[in-house]
């Protein structure tokens, strides 16, 4: 449910949640069930803003991460399993500023420490995931994209809340220049760990090495973590760069300048569509949407060509599954009494190389294929003239017949 910034001032007066940080008690409204907490002010403070709402005496407020909290007083038990913090280890000869300094060298990518920050960072099974979008990404999005590329665990942006401070983790190459009142995402839960990966290592050396006229939006530093002046924030990018199945349930949110989030649509994964949650005082954050109407209660994403699904057995047959999440996964029916749980579940997709570079086929069209390469680096990019589409993903077409090892693989999933 989305909260308007004047109901959020309010609902933290009558809940009585009060939180330190630097020292001080403040009252708070908790955001992404603790993730993060918005603090408000009487009174004009360090890094506070002033953003007065009616009904509340508390004309300031700040946006801050559950690490940078002392206390929380007040606070509801979690509801579900909470996801394992950032670790950091200081002592007295390692700061947080010297921790976020190496996490923005390359050079200090096999650093043991900054490993050890990056391997705590994990995800499981129904983690929250978010990308952050461009208003045209997020068109795409509503007519049937799919998750892929760079993305964030949903507890370590939580902070993170208005358009200007989510900049930082657009991967379009304008660093949020343009249209900076509205911030858009997309938010799903993890089907499983195995389909990301940490942008680390021998694996993604190639990232490292393209040059500023190859790629959009901020170079990669290897050592797994956003580029940031401030920021220690882990990213992570799908497995091989592929698309994700749609889990039932996904969300495209919008941020605006005052740091309130509204659904703007979910998944219904068996109508294959977006269904529209926004009343109309929020149909405005839509405008900047290009040829999307505002108006549209639903909107199916079609027969959009589908570089990947979920397939599940059950009673010895197979059957299109769902990841319908925390609960586990499903058959895709459109009645009730045929969502059988499925026996088994995994991920298909398909696997090429075309003049030697591993690629993953998205779509196949008059005897081309569309292809993403799952290692970019400067010869594979040379050598198939991929375009860049967003941070890391590059996109081709090619000749059918002169793509080889052309195959369909199957990743499976624990039940």
């Not at 939006?217 to 797994?224: A, I, N, Q, R």
Request: with cysteine; proline share 8%.
């Amino acid at each position: 449910m989305s909260v308007t910034p004047q109901a959020s001032g309010a609902a933290s007066e009558r809940t009585g949640l009060r939180v330190t940080y630097d020292g001080v008690v403040y009252p708070a409204e908790e955001i992404a069930r603790g993730a993060a907490y918005e603090l408000f002010s009487a009174d004009e403070a360090t890094g506070f803003e002033w953003a007065p709402r009616p009904g509340t005496t508390w004309p300031w407020r700040r946006f801050v991460h559950v690490t940078e909290v002392t206390e929380v007083q007040g606070g509801n038990e979690p509801a579900e399993e909470p996801e394992a913090p950032l670790l950091v280890p200081l002592h007295r000869n390692r700061s947080w500023s010297s921790v976020h300094q190496l996490s923005q060298q390359p050079a200090a990518a096999d650093d043991p420490t900054l490993a050890a920050v990056r391997g705590s960072a994990t995800v499981r099974r129904g983690t929250r995931m978010v990308k952050v979008l461009t208003g045209r990404q997020l068109a795409g999005y509503v007519r049937g994209w799919l998750p892929h590329g760079f993305c964030y665990r949903e507890h370590d942006i939580a902070h993170l809340r208005t358009p200007a401070g989510l900049a930082v983790l657009r991967g379009d190459g304008t660093s949020g220049r343009e249209g900076t009142d509205i911030g858009y995402a997309l938010r799903w839960r993890a089907a499983d760990p195995g389909d990301f990966d940490a942008p680390v290592g021998e694996t993604y050396r190639g990232l490292l090495a393209l040059p500023p006229r190859d790629r959009l939006g901020p170079p990669v530093l290897g050592t797994g973590f956003v580029p940031s002046s401030a920021q220690l924030i882990p990213e992570f990018v799908t497995r091989d760069f592929a698309d994700l199945p749609m889990p039932a349930n996904a969300s495209l949110l919008a941020y605006t300048a005052e740091g309130t989030e509204v659904v703007l649509y979910t998944y219904q994964a068996e109508q294959r569509g977006w269904l529209r949650m926004v009343g109309p005082q929020w149909r405005h954050l839509l405008a900047a949407v290009p040829g999307l109407s505002p108006d549209q209660e639903y909107v199916p994403t079609g027969d959009v060509p589908r570089s990947t699904q979920l397939v599940g057995s059950y009673a010895g047959g197979e059957y299109e599954a769902v990841a319908d999440l925390p609960g586990g996964f499903r058959v895709l029916a459109m009645t009730r009494a045929a969502r059988f749980p499925v026996d088994s579940v995994a991920r298909r997709l398909r696997y090429a190389r075309w003049r030697g570079v591993p690629c993953l086929v998205l779509r196949e069209e008059a005897g081309w294929l569309r292809l993403r390469l799952c290692r970019p680096d400067p010869d594979a990019v040379v050598d198939t003239g991929a375009q860049c589409h967003e941070r890391g993903v590059y996109e081709t077409w090619a000749p059918a017949p002169e793509v080889t090892d052309d195959q369909v693989v199957d990743l499976s999933y624990l039940v």
